[in-house]
T-cell receptor, first 115, second 114 residues
Framework: DQQVKQNSPSLSVQEGRISILNCDYT??????FLWYKKYPAEGPTFLIS?????DKNEDGRFTVFLNKSAKHLSLHIVPSQPGDSAVYFC??????????????FGKGTKLSVKP | DAMVIQNPRYQVTQFGKPVTLSCSQT?????MYWYQQKSSQAPKLLFH???????NEADTPDNFQSRRPNTSFCFLDIRSPGLGDAAMYLC?????????????FGQGTRLTVV
């Protein structure tokens, strides 16, 4: 039973436009959410995070939005660049409860930004 | 640069032959993790060390063991690899567990079982 779901395996966007990657979760104990980016043959690298006490966190071209009532978060990349082409993983953790602190990952969304 | 290093990058092993994957870190982080990622799947936590304390996930097969001889090094031992154990194995570290801290990943070791 997947606790973190990324329902779009892939996304294609034109350079300069906005990329929106979505993530849904089922465990209401999750209180910290992260996005990782992964290039082929490399490990995931941390991109941006958000705590459940916030609904938005911005870092340059990257913004993460959290909707707790819908158990949904999204990553916006604007403007998208060809170098953003990678697999993006959503991850979540819970400070309390079973498996606390364990990062639970989604299956990832492959983003392709076309010049 | 401080980092997480995994060796080897690619490992081919025979069915049933024990294999060890290694991970080292220069970040001086307390926590080290081993994840298994199969094709098109989410990375799945196998176990983690908080300092010297070992924590096994409930569904991690007994075939998988780990050692952490010191802060910098952590090993993943697969006692009798099966074809189903072919995957990317990711090592990660973090400063603490159960809090607002991201994990830093190594480049991974891709294991092939023949």
């Amino acid at each position: 039973d997947q606790q973190v779901k990324q329902n779009s395996p892939s996304l294609s966007v034109q350079e300069g436009r906005i990329s929106i990657l979505n993530c849904d979760y089922t465990n209401s104990m999750f209180d910290y959410f992260l996005w990782y980016k992964k290039y082929p043959a490399e490990g995931p690298t941390f991109l941006i995070s958000i705590s459940s006490i916030k609904d938005k966190n911005e870092d340059g071209r990257f913004t993460v939005f959290l909707n707790k009532s819908a158990k949904h978060l999204s990553l916006h990349i604007v403007p998208s660049q060809p170098g953003d082409s990678a697999v993006y993983f959503c991850a979540a953790s819970a400070r309390y409860g079973g498996s606390q602190g364990n990062l639970i990952f989604g299956k990832g969304t492959k983003l392709s930004v076309k010049p | 640069d401080a980092m997480v290093i995994q060796n080897p990058r690619y490992q081919v092993t025979q069915f049933g032959k024990p294999v060890t994957l290694s991970c080292s870190q220069t970040l001086n982080h307390n926590v080290m993790y081993w994840y298994q990622q199969k094709s098109s799947q989410a990375p799945k936590l196998l176990f983690h060390y908080y300092d010297k304390d070992f924590n096994n996930e409930a569904d991690t097969p007994d075939n998988f063991q780990s050692r952490r001889p010191n802060t910098s090094f952590c090993f993943l031992d697969i006692r009798s690899p099966g074809l189903g154990d072919a995957a990317m194995y990711l090592c990660a570290t973090s400063r603490a567990f159960g809090g607002r801290t991201e994990a830093f990943f190594g480049q991974g070791t891709r294991l092939t079982v023949v």
